[in-house]
C-alpha cells in the first residue's frame, strides 16, 4: 500500500509568516493531490487539490506544488492568520479502483499572534 | 455545495449495545461513500468504503460483522457498530465522492460522529 509522510509534524509560526508543509508518497501511481484541513473536533475540509498534469495550483493565499518525479507534493500558506491554526492533511490517491485516499500523518500548524 | 451530513454527531452507549450512524450526502449524488474512523491525535484509518445498491469492501483487520454498512440510496450510507465495547469508542467520520466534480476522485466529509462507549 501507500506510504504517506508529512513534515513537519508540529509546525509554529508568527501571523503574517509563511507555512510549508511537505508530503512524501510512495505509490508513482498516485495521480490527485488533495490536501485537507482538520479544525479541533470537526471532519475534514478540502482547502486545495492537484492532478498529475499540473505542476502548481494557487488558491489566494494557498498553494500546491508537487514533483512527481521525488514524489513529493507541498502545501504553502501565506499571510498565515490565527484561524489557519488546525492539523492539515495531505492524502494521495490514484483515481480508479477504489479512489482510496490514503491519509498523511498530519501537521499540527499554530500561528501565533 | 457538495455537502455531507453525519447523525448524530455524538453518542454515548452502554457496552454490549449498538449504536447506528448515518451519512448523507445533502446536495449530489454519491455512489460511494467511505468510512474512517479516528483516534486521538492520530490520522484518518479507511475502514470501509461502501457503494451503493452492493456489499461494502473492508480494510483488512476490519471486522465487517461489528461494522455493519448499508447503502440503501444515492444520498445515504449507514453504519452500524454492533455490541459496542470501550474500545470501539473513537472519531467515526464520513465521506462520500462526487459523481460529478471533476475526475470524480473529490471526496467531501462529514463533521464526524464521536462515540463513547461506556
Not at chain 1, 488546525?86 to 498523511?104: D, E, R, W
Not at chain 2, 465487517?64 to 457498530?81: E, Q, W, Y
Amino acid at each position: 500500500g501507500e506510504n504517506v509522510e508529512q513534515h513537519p509534524s508540529t509546525l509554529s509560526v508568527q501571523e503574517g509568516d509563511s507555512a510549508v508543509i511537505k508530503c512524501t508518497y510512495s505509490d508513482s501511481a498516485s495521480n490527485y493531490f488533495p490536501w485537507y484541513k482538520q479544525e479541533l473536533g470537526k471532519g475534514p475540509q478540502l482547502i486545495i487539490d492537484i492532478r498529475s498534469n499540473v505542476g502548481e495550483k494557487k488558491d489566494q493565499r494557498i498553494a500546491v506544488t508537487l514533483n512527481k518525479t521525488a514524489k513529493h507534493f507541498s502545501l504553502h500558506i501565506t499571510e498565515t492568520q490565527p484561524e489557519d491554526s488546525a492539523v492539515y492533511f495531505c492524502a494521495p490517491q490514484v483515481t480508479g479502483g477504489g479512489n482510496k485516499l490514503t491519509f498523511g500523518t498530519g501537521t499540527q500548524l499554530k500561528v501565533e499572534l | 455545495g457538495a455537502v455531507v451530513s453525519q447523525h448524530p454527531s455524538w453518542v454515548i452507549c452502554k457496552s454490549g449495545t449498538s449504536v447506528k450512524i448515518e451519512c448523507r450526502s445533502l446536495d449530489f449524488q454519491a455512489t460511494t461513500m467511505f468510512w474512517y474512523r479516528q483516534f486521538p491525535k492520530q490520522s484518518l484509518m479507511l475502514m470501509a468504503t461502501s457503494n451503493e445498491g452492493s456489499k461494502a469492501t473492508y480494510e483488512q483487520g476490519v471486522e465487517k460483522d461489528k461494522f455493519l454498512i448499508n447503502h440503501a440510496s444515492l444520498t445515504l450510507s449507514t453504519l452500524t457498530v454492533t455490541s459496542a465495547h470501550p474500545e470501539d469508542s473513537s472519531f467515526y467520520i464520513c465521506s462520500a465522492r462526487d459523481l460529478a466534480g471533476g475526475w470524480g476522485e473529490t471526496q467531501y466529509f462529514g463533521p464526524g460522529t464521536r462515540l463513547l462507549v461506556l
